[in-house]
């Protein structure tokens, strides 16, 4: 059986406070790693899909974002086959 | 009045809701496990505070996709009346029957403390036992209760006096815009809150600030 690889990847929306972000840019700043502008904390997924067709995956990883792994309210998605 | 209290592997606030609703109705609510696709008659659905499905992804997401919650979903769109705390709080709006989002608190770490809170609308199902801008004691238990909204919705909710509960005196533990704790659909039938009424119903409690919401939503006078 083939297998599709994909890799969805999900982040906070612009103007979406991200205090895990904000800990992680201090916490780097007090390890001397100057001029760290912004730091955003977001979520990868690596999905492997059973079957051949990329645009049935590439679809149906898309319904899995809007349906569960991400929250649209708060957070963008994007899914990349690899 | 007949209750109803949903069970989800994780949740640990359950036993808490149950013993509040049998000591303020006079009668055991029924349980409903995560797999239930069908709720038996009852006036009030209660989801308990907890860890549901570990936090995993992101509070009370897997939660909101069980069985269980497309019955409360549908027992809500004929108008029963539904009230989430706090992991339920988080589960009803994951479910999207609220709207908005819980994120992490601000300050990163957990808060369990007495906060005060502002009755922003007595004018609901829930609150009718209250008066307008009373602040009552109440415990607040989280680590993701910093509510979030974009500006369209807040201002939305806002105007709809969907609002129904505040942090008062500055004792906003999470960061939540506009001290918001609480909040109402706009049919004005499913509840969600961060703060736990339910642990403070009576004397044993140190106070009974929390018991007007379930006298509220059961239909009982204010206790004298």
Known sequence: M?????????????????PQGKAI???????GFGGVGSVRQGKVFDVEIEGADKAKAEADLNAMCEKLLANTVIENYSVTLI | ????????????????????????????????????????????????????????????????????????????AKGVQVVG???????LVEAGLLPGALMRNTSLKFVCREVKLEIANA??????????????????????????????T???????????????????PNGSVNDIAGIINDKGNVLGLMPH????????????DGRALFE?????????
């Open chain 2, 123 to 152: 004018n609901t199902a829930f609150t009718r036992n209250y008066s307008a801008g009373q602040v009552i004691r109440c415990p607040v238990a989280h680590h993701d209760g910093n509510y979030f909204a974009d500006p369209d």
């Open chain 2, 85 to 91: 705390v706090c992991n339920g709080f988080q589960i």
């Open chain 2, 197 to 208: 009424p339910e642990n403070l119903i009576e004397a044993a409690h140190g106070g009974e």
């Open chain 2, 1 to 76: 009045m007949k209750s109803a209290v949903v069970l989800l592997p994780g949740l640990n606030r359950d036993r808490d809701m149950i013993a509040a609703l049998t000591k303020i109705s006079g009668k055991a609510p029924v349980t409903v496990w995560q797999t239930d696709t069908e709720i038996p008659e009852v006036d009030l659905i209660a989801i308990p505070g907890g860890f549901s499905f570990g936090d995993y992804l992101r509070c009370g997401a897997i939660a909101a996709r069980m069985p269980v919650l497309r019955a409360v979903a549908e027992k809500a």
């Open chain 2, 216 to 224: 509220s939503a059961l239909g009982l006078s204010k206790a004298a």
């Open chain 1, 25 to 31: 840019e201090h916490a780097l700043d007090g390890l």
């Open chain 1, 2 to 18: 083939p297998v599709i690889k994909a890799r969805v990847t999900v982040t906070l929306k612009n103007g979406v406070l991200d």
């Open chain 2, 154 to 172: 807040l201002k939305r909710i806002e105007g709809e006096g969907q609002v129904v509960f505040r942090y008062a005196e500055g004792t906003n």
